[in-house]
């Protein structure tokens, strides 16, 4: 399998973290026969697709096909695998996502570009937690720091940081006698 060079992983990363997976904008300073060369390579290895622009919800637009009409470029599931996101956690922070009521529009003085992508590599121990979380029976602190080696504290802080915070999953919280607190990723998630 080709492994995607920095500026690849850049453009992968980036659209991860947008609505619908769109990769425009590139990142700054690639243009002109640059981008074509590297879209043109991601296009040919299924990394990314050139689908049709919707200019009234103002996607951004790759190349003009006529008539008022463009392309735009999305990543595929074999980008995001190629960057070690897993299609099935990438869908369901995707779900999550679109599930949520979209806030209100604030005035920030930030460039959404240079935001943290969220990336899920597999055979991380998040990656671990998240399977573990979606399995029905769930998991307590004690079987993350079985499965993980972490301390307690440091899973508990992965349960609430990384991935209800970060990634913005839902997880519910559950005392069973004889068990304890299990945590689990409502299904669907």
Same mark, same amino acid.
Request: include cysteine; aromatic fraction near 2%.
């Given at each position: 399998?080709?492994?995607?060079?920095?500026?690849?992983?850049?453009?992968?990363?980036?659209?991860?973290?947008?609505?619908? =997976? +769109?990769?425009?904008?590139?990142? /700054?300073?690639?243009?002109?026969?640059?981008?074509?060369?590297? #879209?043109?390579?991601?296009?040919?290895?299924?990394?990314?697709?050139?689908?049709?622009? =919707?200019?009234?919800?103002?996607?951004?637009?790759?190349?003009? !096909?006529?008539?008022? *009409?463009?392309?735009? +470029?999305?990543?595929?599931?074999?980008?995001?695998?190629?960057?070690?996101?897993?299609?099935?956690?990438?869908?369901?922070?995707?779900? #999550?996502?679109?599930?949520?009521?979209?806030? /209100?529009?604030?005035?920030?003085?930030?460039?959404?570009?240079?935001?943290?992508?969220?990336?899920?590599?597999?055979?991380?121990?998040?990656?671990?937690?998240?399977?573990?979380?979606?399995?029905? /029976?769930?998991? !307590?602190? $004690? /079987?993350? #720091?079985?499965?993980?080696?972490?301390?307690? *504290?440091?899973?508990?802080?992965?349960?609430?940081? $990384?991935?209800?915070?970060?990634?913005?999953?839902?997880?519910?919280?559950?005392?069973?006698?004889?068990?304890?607190?299990?945590?689990?990723?409502?299904?669907?998630?």
């Amino acid at each position: 399998m080709t492994t995607p060079s920095d500026t690849q992983s850049l453009i992968l990363s980036r659209a991860a973290t947008r609505p619908g =997976n +769109l990769a425009l904008p590139l990142p /700054e300073g690639l243009v002109g026969a640059a981008a074509k060369m590297v #879209v043109g390579k991601m296009i040919a290895r299924g990394w990314l697709d050139e689908v049709e622009a =919707n200019l009234r919800r103002g996607e951004p637009m790759w190349r003009e !096909t006529g008539d008022g *009409h463009g392309t735009t +470029l999305i990543a595929t599931e074999a980008g995001l695998e190629a960057i070690g996101i897993e299609p099935v956690v990438a869908s369901a922070v995707a779900s #999550v996502r679109k599930a949520r009521p979209k806030p /209100e529009p604030v005035q920030m003085a930030c460039d959404t570009d240079t935001a943290k992508p969220v990336a899920i590599r597999a055979g991380t121990r998040q990656a671990q937690i998240i399977a573990m979380l979606q399995r029905p /029976e769930g998991a !307590t602190v $004690a /079987e993350i #720091v079985a499965a993980t080696s972490w301390q307690a *504290h440091t899973a508990r802080g992965a349960i609430s940081g $990384a991935i209800k915070k970060k990634l913005g999953l839902p997880i519910a919280a559950e005392k069973i006698e004889g068990r304890g607190t299990v945590y689990r990723l409502p299904e669907g998630s």
